[in-house]
C-alpha cells in the first residue's frame, strides 16, 4: 500500500490514493487515484469491494465523500467497479462510464442507475467545477472495448487504466517507471494477450501523443514518468497484439 501525491499545490492534486497489496488480487497490485481540486474531487477506478475501506481512509486525508464529485470508471472489470455501490451510498457523485457497459452495471448490485452518465464513443470534457475540467478519453478495445482514460490538463497526468498496466513479480516494489527497458519484461506478455490489435494501439498512441504529457498512470503497476513515457508511446504504437497475433489454431504467437 502506498500513498502517493504525483501532483500537488494547495488548489490543486493528483494522487495515488492507494496500492493494493498483491494478495488482494490473485499477486497483482491495482491502482486508486484521486484528482482534487480546491474542496471538489473525482475518483478514478474505485476498485473492488475488498479495497474500498482502505481507499475511503486515504481519501480521508484530502476530502469528505461529500466532497465528491464524480467517479471515473474506465471500464467495466470488477476490480473496478466491485465496489461502487457503496460508494454510492456514501456520496452524491455521478458516475462516468463508457454507454456501452451501463447496461452490465446493475449487475453489480446497483439499484437505480439515474446517477450513472454514459461517456460517448468521441470521449467528452468533463466539467467538474469552475476552473476544473477533466478530459475523458476513448480508448477502445485496449483490454476493454469501451474503455475510457483520464487526461489532467493540470497536473498533465493521463490516467490510462490497463493500458501500461504492469504484472510485477511480487519482491518487485518500485512506484515509477524511469527505465522503460528494464521494466518492458513486465508489460509485454499482458499487452500482447490483452490489447485488441495493432490498429487500436496505433489510433490511441497517435491520440494521446497529442496531449502533454509528464505521467502515465495505469490501473495497474508503477507510473511512467520522463523519458519513459514516449518510450513506452514509442513501443505501444508499433505493438503486434491480440488478433494481429492469432493462428489458425486458435492459439497466439507470442513472439511476433
Not at 488482494?24 to 473492488?48: A, F, K, M, T
Not at 477533466?134 to 485496449?142: D, E, S, Y
Request: net charge negative; charged share 25%; proline share 5%.
Amino acid at each position: 500500500m502506498r500513498n502517493i501525491v504525483l501532483y500537488g499545490t494547495e488548489e490543486h492534486k493528483f494522487v495515488l490514493l492507494n496500492e493494493s497489496e498483491p494478495g488482494e488480487e490473485d499477486g497483482i497490485r491495482s491502482n486508486q487515484y484521486l484528482v482534487v481540486h480546491g474542496d471538489s474531487g473525482v475518483l478514478l477506478d474505485p476498485g473492488g469491494f475488498g479495497v474500498m475501506p482502505r481507499v475511503l481512509a486515504e481519501m480521508l486525508r484530502y476530502i469528505s465523500p461529500d466532497k465528491l464529485k464524480g467517479i471515473v470508471l474506465s471500464h467495466q472489470d470488477p476490480d473496478i467497479v466491485g465496489g461502487i455501490s457503496t460508494w454510492l451510498e456514501i456520496s452524491d457523485a455521478a458516475v462516468y462510464v463508457s454507454r456501452i457497459w451501463t447496461r452490465f452495471l446493475p449487475h453489480y448490485g446497483i439499484r437505480g442507475m439515474h446517477r450513472f452518465i454514459g461517456v460517448p464513443d468521441e470521449g467528452m470534457l468533463y466539467q467538474v467545477d469552475e476552473g476544473f475540467e477533466l478530459q475523458l478519453v476513448p480508448a477502445h478495445f485496449l483490454h476493454s472495448e469501451g474503455q475510457i482514460n483520464v487526461y489532467d490538463p493540470i497536473s498533465k497526468i493521463l490516467f490510462s487504466g490497463d493500458i501500461g498496466a504492469a504484472m510485477l513479480p511480487v519482491e518487485q516494489d518500485y512506484a515509477f517507471v524511469d527505465n522503460f527497458d528494464e521494466h518492458l519484461p513486465y508489460i509485454e506478455e499482458f499487452h500482447r494477450r490483452y490489447m485488441c490489435s495493432n490498429k487500436a494501439a496505433r489510433i490511441w498512441a497517435d491520440a494521446v501523443s497529442k496531449l502533454d504529457i509528464i505521467c502515465i498512470a495505469p490501473q495497474h503497476g508503477p507510473i511512467y514518468r520522463g523519458r519513459a513515457v514516449q518510450d513506452f508511446l514509442s513501443w505501444f504504437r508499433e505493438l503486434q497484439c491480440g488478433v494481429d497475433l492469432m493462428t489458425g489454431s486458435g492459439r497466439f504467437d507470442m513472439v511476433k
